[in-house]
C-alpha cells in the first residue's frame, strides 16, 4: 500500500496588524497574557492557536509570542513566552507574521534508523498582484525532547525555504532521528497571501 503524507498546516491567511492603546499584559504564576480592554476595536479573537504575534511599542514586551490559546470573547490571548506586566496607554502594535504547527512524530519517536524524512510547502504566489505572493519564510524544526517546551525545539538545518513570489510549492528531505518535528513560518507580511498546506512524510 502506498504510503500517505500528513497534513501537518492546512490553508493559513495571514491576519491584519492591530494597533492601539488598549492592550495590556499580564501574568498569573506561570500564564502569561497579552490583554485588550476594547473587543469591540481590537478584539483578539482572530488569532489562533500556534499564530506568532510580534509585539512592537510596548515598554517592556517588544517580543515574538506563540499563541497558546484565545479567548472566546477576543479579550486575551495566552502565549507561551514570558510577559511583563505592562499597563495599557502606550499605542502598542501587535502584527501576525507566522505561525508553527503543532507536533508530529519524527523517526526518533519511533525508534526507526533511516532517519529520512520529507516535507512539501506549497504557499501563493505567481499572482500579478505582490500582495497576494506569500513573502515570508518557512523552515523545519525538531526536537528530542519527550513533552516538548518552546525552548527545546531546534532549527533542521537546509529546510527553509523564503519565498520568491514565483514559486508555489518547495520540497525538501533532511535526516535526524527527531523525536518530535514541527513547521515555523515566519517574516511573514503580505496581506492578501496564504500558506495553502504544508504536507510531511517519514
Known amino acids: 500500500m502506498a504510503q500517505s503524507s500528513t497534513t501537518i498546516r492546512s490553508a493559513a491567511s495571514h491576519k491584519a496588524t492591530i494597533t492601539g492603546t488598549v492592550i495590556s499584559f499580564s501574568q498569573t504564576g506561570t500564564e502569561y497574557k497579552i490583554n485588550s480592554s476594547n473587543t469591540t476595536t481590537h478584539s483578539?479573537?482572530?488569532?489562533?492557536q500556534y499564530d506568532l504575534i510580534t509585539v512592537s511599542g510596548s515598554a517592556n514586551n517588544n517580543n515574538t509570542f506563540t499563541v497558546k490559546s484565545v479567548a472566546t470573547n477576543g479579550s486575551y490571548i495566552i502565549v507561551e513566552e514570558t510577559v511583563t506586566?505592562?499597563?495599557?496607554g502606550a499605542s502598542v502594535s501587535l502584527a501576525h507574521v507566522g505561525f508553527v504547527t503543532a507536533k508530529y512524530q519524527g523517526d526518533g519517536y519511533y525508534s526507526q534508523i533511516d532517519g529520512v524524512h520529507t516535507v512539501a510547502y506549497h504557499v501563493s504566489a505567481g499572482s500579478v498582484t505582490a500582495a497576494n505572493n506569500f513573502n515570508g519564510s518557512i523552515k523545519m524544526q525538531g526536537s528530542l525532547a519527550t513533552t516538548p517546551t518552546e525552548d527545546d525545539w531546534?532549527?533542521?538545518?537546509?529546510?527553509?525555504?523564503?519565498?520568491?513570489?514565483?514559486?508555489?510549492?518547495?520540497?525538501?528531505?533532511?535526516?535526524?532521528?527527531?523525536?518530535?518535528?514541527?513547521?515555523?513560518?515566519?517574516?511573514?507580511?503580505?496581506?492578501?497571501?496564504s500558506v495553502t498546506k504544508i504536507l510531511y512524510n517519514h
Open 85 to 88: 506586566t505592562e499597563s495599557a
Open 154 to 193: 531546534f532549527d533542521i538545518a537546509d529546510t527553509t525555504f523564503t519565498a520568491d513570489t514565483s514559486t508555489s510549492v518547495s520540497s525538501y528531505n533532511f535526516t535526524g532521528n527527531f523525536v518530535w518535528v514541527r513547521a515555523k513560518c515566519y517574516n511573514w507580511t503580505t496581506a492578501s497571501s
Open 44 to 48: 483578539l479573537g482572530n488569532y489562533a
